[in-house]
């Protein structure tokens, strides 16, 4: 390795070695998706596959001014939440579970898992400073006969937002508002979508199922 190199690599060891780390929380009170209420009457368990709950993204170290920062997004409990509520649009009785429903306990079972997230950040520091963000996800949704446990439906949902947003002042705390706002939207855009679909799939009797 040349000596430059060697260098170059020492240098970046060391401020990566000085990152600042910041915890950010995604607020929850994400509103409700855009869905017409259908309220089917029946009992309806919801499970969301491990990590959903508790699932946090790591964002690598990015340079703002003199400093460098990275971010843990705590995005599990907004998610979940946010899917909770498109399932509680759709069905009169909800009840999020832990472990597997056994035959005959529900109605229905719709499992929720995470297929992708991606979040992008990065501050303009020239002309108008500014904080970027895009953030996507994709959750796969599956429906069992809660008598039977056999598949009903398995679809994928997909919900993304890229949002800039002028800083007033240069800092993280401002910049992170301009993250979170961005994983928010595009949260409520996956409910939402989530939530149309459950309303299609609801629409079937469920004697027929």
């Known amino acids: 390795m040349g000596l430059s190199r060697l260098c170059m690599v020492l240098v970046t060891a060391l401020l990566l070695g000085c990152t600042q780390k910041h915890p950010v929380s995604i607020g929850s009170d994400v509103p409700p998706p855009p869905v017409a209420k259908t309220n089917v009457q029946a009992s309806v368990a919801v499970s969301f596959k491990k ?10 170290a990015i340079r ?3 400093d460098f920062h990275s971010y843990d997004f705590e995005i599990g409990p907004t998610l979940c939440n946010a899917l909770l509520r498109s399932v509680d649009n759709a069905y009169s009785s909800v009840a999020e579970i832990s472990q597997p ?8 079972v719709i499992v929720f898992s995470l297929q992708k997230s991606q979040i992008d950040v990065s501050f303009e520091e020239r002309l108008a400073p500014s904080a970027r963000a895009y953030s996507l996800f994709a959750v796969s949704v ?3 006969n809660g008598k039977t446990m056999v598949p009903l439906h398995s679809s994928t949902v997909n919900g993304r937002a890229f949002l800039i947003r ?3 002042k240069v800092s993280s705390p401002e910049a992170e508002k301009v993250f979170a706002a961005a994983i928010e939207s595009s949260i409520q ?5 989530a939530a149309a679909l459950l309303a299609q799939w609801a629409d079937e009797p469920l004697a027929k199922r």
């Open 51 to 60: 990590p959903m709950r508790s699932y946090r993204q790591h964002v690598d």
């Open 64 to 66: 703002l001014l003199n």
């Open 101 to 108: 429903a056994s035959p005959g306990d529900y109605a229905l």
């Open 142 to 144: 599956e429906v069992f």
């Open 166 to 168: 002028a800083l007033g």
């Open 189 to 193: 855009q996956l409910a939402g979508n």
